[in-house]
């Protein structure tokens, strides 16, 4: 049973910076696109970032420039790098594996003064 983990959420004021990681279990990681998706309260869940196997990146609009998604395969991890954070990017961060249904737990990050 392949599980996701998230850390790395917490509270920063507008333009910091917050590293989010998302650990891995089982034998899928390395050859899936990963994505960090986030909601807002009262908002859709909204994809942030992806990255295939091969390192390929795709970002949101709202993100790109200040985001920076990787993996280390070797560690099964994912992480999301968020510079030059905006309140607007207040959301529950979730991990997701492309083409499955798993998911993380996810993990609050709040942009506030």
């Known amino acids: 049973q392949v599980q996701l983990v998230e850390s790395g959420g917490g509270l920063v004021q507008p333009g910091g910076s917050l590293r989010l990681s998302c650990a891995a279990s089982?034998?899928?990681?390395?050859?899936?696109?990963m994505s960090w998706y986030r909601q807002a309260p009262g908002k859709g869940r909204e994809l942030v970032a992806s990255?295939?196997?091969?390192?390929?990146?795709n970002y949101a609009d709202s993100v790109r420039g200040r985001f920076t998604i990787s993996r280390d395969n070797a560690k099964k991890t994912v992480y999301l790098q968020m510079n030059s954070l905006k309140p607007e990017d207040t959301a529950v961060y979730s991990c997701h594996i492309r083409g499955t249904s798993i998911w993380g737990q996810g993990t609050q990050v709040t942009v506030s003064s």
């Open positions: 089982g034998s899928l990681f390395s050859i899936n696109t």
């Open positions: 990255i295939t196997g091969g390192g390929t990146r």
